[in-house]
T-cell receptor, first 115, second 112 residues
Framework: QQQVKQSPQSLIVQKGGISIINCAYE??????FPWYQQFPGKGPALLIA?????SEKKEGRFTISFNKSAKQFSLHIMDSQPGDSATYFC??????????????FGQGTILTVHP | DAGVTQSPTHLIKTRGQQVTLRCSPK?????VSWYQQALGQGPQFIFQYYEEEERQRGNFPDRFSGHQFPNYSSELNVNALLLGDSALYLC???????????FGPGTRLTVL
């Protein structure tokens, strides 16, 4: 019930293209959904996050789309650049519940953007 | 403004040994969470410390223990190391246990 399932495992996109990564969750108590970017040898860095009271949030080239009824959310990277090549993780948290400190992560997506 | 720092960067141990990893939170943060990231996987929550107490715990055995000091820094201890404990151990800090977590670069632990 605590799982977050992420797809695809890997993604190859041409420079300038759109990268789309999807996540699905089971626990309806989750109320905070962040996306993290991780480069080799580094810790995850927060990219963008959304709460379920909105269906979309955009920050620069990064957009989160959220579908509460389907229990799914996705990350869209517009105008993908080689510098975006990294591993991306979706995550979820029940910020107001008994496990408020625990982020539950997806399995990760390795994004490669070809020049 | 220093971010989250962790030491050591890399560590090699043998089965059965004990290890201590250290974390200094981002300036102004008072809460530390620890995660284990196996190769090719997402981070898994180990536990969270706030006000020098363990507040949350994930599905990890008692071999994993921790401590938080009055200056908010934290240690992760793992006893009786197993091969399966080989992973990147991440520390994340936040301002309070409910807030956004900022991750450090991690400690790569290899158990031989």
């Amino acid at each position: 019930q605590q799982q977050v399932k992420q797809s695809p495992q890997s993604l190859i996109v041409q420079k300038g293209g759109i990268s789309i990564i999807n996540c699905a969750y089971e626990n309806t108590a989750f109320d905070y959904f962040p996306w993290y970017q991780q480069f080799p040898g580094k810790g995850p860095a927060l990219l963008i996050a959304i709460r379920p009271d909105v269906s979309e949030k955009k920050e620069g080239r990064f957009t989160i789309s959220f579908n509460k009824s389907a229990k799914q959310f996705s990350l869209h990277i517009m105008d993908s650049q080689p510098g975006d090549s990294a591993t991306y993780f979706c995550a979820a948290k029940n910020a107001g519940g008994t496990s408020y400190g625990k982020l539950t992560f997806g399995q990760g997506t390795i994004l490669t953007v070809h020049p | 403004d220093a971010g989250v720092t962790q030491s050591p960067t890399h560590l090699i141990k043998t089965r059965g040994q004990q290890v201590t990893l250290r974390c200094s939170p981002k300036s102004g943060h008072d809460t530390v969470s620890w995660y284990q990231q196996a190769l090719g996987q997402g981070p898994q929550f180990i536990f969270q410390y706030y006000e020098e107490e363990e507040r949350q715990r994930g599905n990890f055995p008692d071999r994993f223990s921790g401590h938080q000091f009055p200056n908010y820094s934290s240690e992760l201890n793992v006893n009786a190391l197993l091969l399966g404990d080989s992973a990147l151990y991440l520390c994340a800090s936040s301002l309070g246990p409910h807030s956004e977590q900022f991750f450090g670069p991690g400690t790569r632990l290899t158990v031989l």
